[in-house]
């Protein structure tokens, strides 16, 4: 499987972007999918995760009411939609898809796109 990430950006602080990820080769609709971000000296973190249904969604509490995360099962792609973005919010993001249960632990997922840079200034 492989994973493509686009739509990162430069954003003033209270804007918005949309993340995509496009999945591509053996794919199956079987994926649970997450996005994570990883700001410099961090660890990669996830921010929010989606079943392979798109039934269950989760999101850390640092971007409740402010990410959403959803998925078109038939185009095989993956979006975060990020709104009242935050300084803190940037970093670089990284959509990650797994089998089996939903994980949150980076080491979980075993296929990972290439990441694109979010950068929100003050």
């Known amino acids: 499987v492989q994973l493509q990430a686009s739509g990162g950006g430069l954003v003033q602080a209270g804007g918005f972007l949309r993340l995509s990820c496009a999945a591509s080769g053996r794919t199956s609709s079987y994926y649970d999918m997450g996005w994570f971000r990883q700001a410099p000296g961090k660890e990669r973190d996830l921010v929010a995760a989606?079943?392979?249904?798109?039934?269950?969604?989760y999101a850390t509490d640092s971007v409740k009411g402010r990410f959403a995360i959803s998925r078109d099962i038939a185009k095989k792609m993956e979006f975060l939609q990020m709104n009242s973005l935050k300084p803190e919010d940037t970093a670089v993001y990284y959509c990650?898809?797994?089998?089996?249960?939903?994980?949150?632990?980076?080491?979980?997922?075993?296929?990972w796109g290439q990441g694109t840079q979010v950068t929100v200034s003050s």
């Open positions: 989606i079943t392979w249904s798109g039934e269950m969604t």
């Open positions: 990650a898809a797994k089998q089996g249960c939903p994980g949150i632990l980076a080491a979980e997922y075993g296929y």
